[in-house]
């Protein structure tokens, strides 16, 4: 404590917030790319170093908190899981519908490339859920090591149960363990500035914006879709929820969820911001413990809206006719394999190909198209996974909030 009131640097970090620090260091990497990219290359140590500890930490974060939030629940303490995953499944259809409307609007075309990435995309939605069950009844150890939250989940709730008969010493070791782990993630976190402004520099000065300026009108419809979600679509079903006006709320997990998770560019590496940031609002420790580490998962209103944008502009480079029911059909589709995309290597730019089957299109074309995915992804990845991880948060917030209202 003395050290902190003499030292002049600490002070300042004490009273400068999180967020501002994060800004900061936005803004110093972007500033270092553009005067000495050399040097911005050398400093992307600073965020690989970041994203790994936030990866690292992430999956047994989510194992001790659940089994510990199980084991110690008190009998008659409500949760708020059912309408969170209500929320989870409207917003990521809806977003997916959205996609749709704008695709219809502002039509994209793309320049087919040449060499397509050297990926497996999934053959069939039956693929996708057969992921995600066996994901399920994963090796422990195994989905610990790999960071498979799905089966983390579910050996964590297993344990959390089976330890809800054992003795209130074996019950207290779990909540030491849970409190251990927490002030481990709360130091990591304390480290997103320097990460930020490691994961900014090296970005920009080995990619640049050219490469963006060629497919400018598909980012354009793409994040256009994913802010009219985030700022429209979302605070509607949140108002919905809580009955006033869900703007403070939003712009709450925006800015301290979703500027962390647009740069990590990983929603699991966000799951401790974003049970942070639960923490800090008061919910259900009950509730978020489970719900964000789910919303991870299945809540992909982000990777909705880029299978549906990239498919339909395929579509209409290929001049396809679409009508209305397959239209809704693919947003089905969409939603679905969203919700599976975390199991399927490659994530959302994977089950492109999936979409595309729809129309027809052949699968040497459809992963011409993840290739555009990928060469648009510094954008494309970020705000998918800013708008994916801030909902976790928000939806969560919104249902225990609702739920509360309810009871009062």
């Not at 087919?112 to 399920?136: C, D, K, Q, R, W």
């Not at 947003?331 to 679905?336: D, E, K, Y």
Request: net charge neutral.
């Amino acid at each position: 404590m003395t050290d902190v009131q003499h030292n002049p640097l600490l002070r300042l970090l004490n009273r400068t917030s999180l967020v501002s620090q994060i800004i900061i260091g936005l803004i110093a990497g972007i500033a270092l790319a553009f005067f000495l990219p050399n040097l911005a290359l050398k400093v992307a140590l600073l965020g690989d170093v970041f994203v790994s500890a936030l990866k690292a930490v992430a999956p047994v974060l989510v194992f001790i908190l659940v089994a510990a939030s199980i084991a110690n629940h008190q009998q008659g303490q409500q949760t708020h899981i059912r309408p969170i995953l209500l929320l989870y499944l409207l917003g990521t259809f809806t977003a997916a519908i959205i996609a749709v409307i704008a695709s219809f609007a502002f039509p994209s075309s793309l320049t087919l490339v040449s060499n397509s990435a050297e990926l497996s995309p999934p053959g069939g939605i039956s693929e996708v859920l057969t992921t995600l069950l066996m994901n399920i009844v994963d090796n422990p150890v195994n989905a610990l090591l790999k960071g498979n939250f799905i089966g983390i989940l579910a050996w964590a709730i297993g344990l959390g149960f089976a330890f809800r008969h054992a003795a209130p010493g074996s019950k207290q070791v779990l909540s030491d363990l849970s409190n251990a782990v927490t002030a481990i993630v709360k130091m990591v976190i304390r480290l997103a500035p320097l990460g930020i402004f490691g994961l900014v520099a090296a970005t920009l000065a080995q990619s640049g914006m050219s490469a963006l300026l060629d497919y400018l009108h598909l980012l354009t419809v793409l994040v256009g879709c994913m802010l009219f979600v985030a700022l429209v679509v979302n605070p509607v079903i949140v108002f919905w929820k809580i009955r006033r006006n869900p703007y403070p709320l939003v712009f709450t997990c925006l800015r301290e969820s979703g500027i962390t998770a647009f740069f990590t560019r990983s929603s699991a590496a966000n799951i401790p911001v974003n049970l942070q940031l639960c923490q800090r609002l008061g919910l259900h420790e009950e509730t978020y413990s489970v719900s964000i580490p789910l919303g991870a998962t299945i809540n992909m209103a982000g990777a909705a809206i880029t299978i549906t944008v990239l498919t339909l502009a395929a579509v209409h480079t290929l001049n396809i006719a679409v009508d209305l029911p397959t239209a809704i059909l693919l947003s089905l589709l969409a939603s679905i394999s969203a919700c599976g995309a975390s199991g399927v290597a490659g994530g959302s730019l994977l089950l492109i190909p999936l979409a595309c089957s729809l129309f027809g299109i052949p699968n040497d074309v459809a992963m011409q198209v993840v290739a555009v995915g990928f060469i648009i992804g510094i954008v494309q990845d970020s705000a998918e996974t800013a708008l994916n991880s801030s909902t976790d948060a928000l939806f969560t917030a919104a249902a225990c909030i609702g739920q509360a209202r309810k009871a009062g």
